[in-house]
């Protein structure tokens, strides 16, 4: 593969050898790198992200629901005491 690029990288964007070689082996080594990150291992990582995100959004729509309950109950209760 590193033949083909130093060959478009002389060709093509006229480089010298030198350095055409030069940035087919960096290109190389960031290919090889352990950081690449594949489609499939992005659509994972983004489905568990997605199921932590809505599984907070839940349990804090039931959190301010309940809250609400609580907040209406002890109104109602103040206003019945007060209008006997």
Do not use: C, N
């Not at 959190?63 to 209406?72: E, W």
């Amino acid at each position: 593969m590193q033949a083909e690029i130093v060959e478009t990288l002389v060709e093509k964007a006229k480089f010298e050898p030198t350095v055409a070689v030069a940035i087919a082996e960096a290109i190389d080594m960031a290919i090889a790198g352990p950081q690449l990150v594949t489609v499939p291992v992005l659509d994972a990582h983004l489905e568990r992200v997605k199921g932590e995100i809505v599984r907070d959004l839940v349990r804090w729509v039931l959190l301010v629901m309940m809250s609400q309950v609580a907040i209406s109950t002890g109104i109602m209760y103040f206003l019945l005491q007060t209008v006997k």
